[in-house]
């Protein structure tokens, strides 16, 4: 019997996903629960385990296909018995999408409990049909997972060659310059290959690719070296941030306050931190006590950590702090929460925001993490910017800017000194936020930041 799988729908209603590759192929036995793709979402890149143990009848699309959910996305000879070699097999129920057989429509699934089991006992050993392709199942899917994108020596027609870990304009990039990925060393966060990679191969290789090619000289009309503009195709976090940004400004009435001040205290304070033995390791930062000063300033101006719900007709204030953090990172802009910020102490969100960058930039963030926040920081500082007026998250009332840190002449004491000053600009959606209690609040941030040492009063 052929079973055919459709793409579920793989977290927060997303409508498509991108195969990012293919780690089977057409007639290869598979096991159930084994990874058999992985797809790249607007929010994450995601393994697809395998909901049945048999043997690869169809793939309905190719890696860089978009496909949308509830569209066939593989089709299984589930009849045949198949005995795949398993190192490694973990019984515990697992999420693996549902599946639709050639003989009966269905609806795309959320992700459930798992795929049932077609036999049991463990699997017997049998030599693979092509080596090193049918692998063991880590059943920890549905998380982001990236793999290793080193050079591998590999032949370029070897059937069981995994396509190397890198986004879809550095591809674009790489099949504009003719590079081979497979043979580009990764210089990115969890072996990503960046365009920088891509580029300084190019040019490193670029004599022996010519003498070995000899290709025609390229055109705008073909998409060339030397075409004067290159075309990428709006997938991924940036459909996904593009859509979010012009649903947000075209649907919250945005208003920006700005506020400059003299930190000088805080970045003492940060100072003296680091030198001592107890905190030294922790690397507590400037936007770590901005993200404390905000869950403070958010205990007594709840206004700023609400929604608007439109379709009940009410304002929802939230009685804790999801706190996004907006991430740059290889594939876009995105802006995981960290859940119940407003019960963490500085050293916490500390180490909570570095741990959401580094999964962020390594393309690990669940989806769940990306859905969910209350309001949001965003720090245009590390760029060496002053200001900015950021939009705000759909669903969210407020967002804070965080400028560069920079010394500045300033009236202290009642004499003019070189002070560490920054510039706050915050956002707010006017019809939950008045301007007068968007203005006390970002006064409030501002304070705390100007005087760390209040912080200890608040209960």
């Given at each position: ?80 018995d198949v005995d795949v070699d398993v190192e490694e097999r973990v019984e515990a129920p697992i999420a693996a999408p549902a599946a639709a057989s050639d003989d009966e429509e269905s609806g795309p699934n959320l992700v459930g409990y798992g795929a049932a089991a077609r036999r049991s006992g463990p699997p017997r050993r049998r030599p693979r ?59 990115g966060v969890a072996g990503v290959i960046t365009r920088g990679d891509v580029e300084a191969y190019a040019t490193a290789t670029a004599p022996a690719r010519t003498a070995e090619a000899q290709p025609s000289a390229p055109s705008p009309a073909d998409g060339g070296v030397d075409a004067r503009t290159t075309r990428i195709p709006i997938r ?224």
């Amino acid at each position: 019997m052929i079973e055919r799988f459709l793409l579920p729908d793989l977290g927060e209603g997303l409508p498509e996903a991108e195969i990012v590759q293919w780690l089977v192929e057409e007639g290869d036995a598979v096991a159930l629960n084994q990874t058999i793709a992985e797809v790249e979402t607007a929010k994450a890149i995601v393994e697809i385990p395998s909901p049945h143990a048999g043997v690869v009848r169809t793939l309905h699309a190719a890696a860089g296909d978009v496909v949308d959910v509830g569209a066939p996305l593989i089709s299984f000879d589930v009849d045949v018995d198949v005995d795949v070699d398993v190192e490694e097999r973990v019984e515990a129920p697992i999420a693996a999408p549902a599946a639709a057989s050639d003989d009966e429509e269905s609806g795309p699934n959320l992700v459930g409990y798992g795929a049932a089991a077609r036999r049991s006992g463990p699997p017997r050993r049998r030599p693979r049909t092509h080596a090193g392709r049918t692998r063991a199942v880590d059943t920890a899917v549905l998380e982001a997972a990236p793999h290793d994108a080193r050079p591998r020596p590999v032949p370029a027609d070897e059937p069981g060659r995994e396509r190397p870990r890198s986004t879809p304009p550095v591809r674009a990039l790489a099949k504009q310059l003719g590079v081979d990925l497979a043979l580009v060393e990764a210089s990115g966060v969890a072996g990503v290959i960046t365009r920088g990679d891509v580029e300084a191969y190019a040019t490193a290789t670029a004599p022996a690719r010519t003498a070995e090619a000899q290709p025609s000289a390229p055109s705008p009309a073909d998409g060339g070296v030397d075409a004067r503009t290159t075309r990428i195709p709006i997938r991924g976090v940036r459909k996904h941030t593009a859509e979010a940004m012009v649903r947000s400004a075209f649907t919250a009435p945005h208003v920006t306050t700005f506020l400059t001040v003299d930190v000088t205290e805080t970045m003492d304070l940060l100072t003296r931190l680091r030198e001592e033995r107890e905190y030294r390791e922790e690397r507590i930062g400037i936007l770590a006590v901005v993200a404390k000063a905000v869950c403070l300033a958010l205990q007594r101006h709840p206004e700023l950590n609400a929604r608007w719900d439109q379709d009940a007709g009410e304002i929802v204030q939230h009685h804790y702090v999801n706190l996004g953090i907006a991430a740059a990172t290889p594939r876009g802009l995105l802006v995981p929460h960290i859940a119940d910020a407003d019960r963490m102490s500085a050293v916490a969100l500390s180490r909570a925001i570095r741990d959401l960058a580094d999964t962020a930039r390594a393309g690990r963030t669940a989806p769940g993490a990306l859905a969910g926040g209350t309001f949001s920081i965003t720090n245009v500082g590390v760029f060496g910017i002053d200001a900015g007026t950021p939009i705000l998250n759909p669903g969210e009332a407020g967002i804070l800017a965080l400028g560069a840190v920079q010394p500045r002449p300033w009236e202290h004491r009642g004499a003019v000194a070189l002070r560490q000053v920054t510039t706050l600009a915050l956002s707010f959606d006017h019809r939950l936020v008045d301007g007068e209690q968007g203005a006390r609040f970002l006064a409030f941030v501002g304070e705390l930041l100007r005087d760390p040492a209040r912080a200890l009063l608040l209960g």
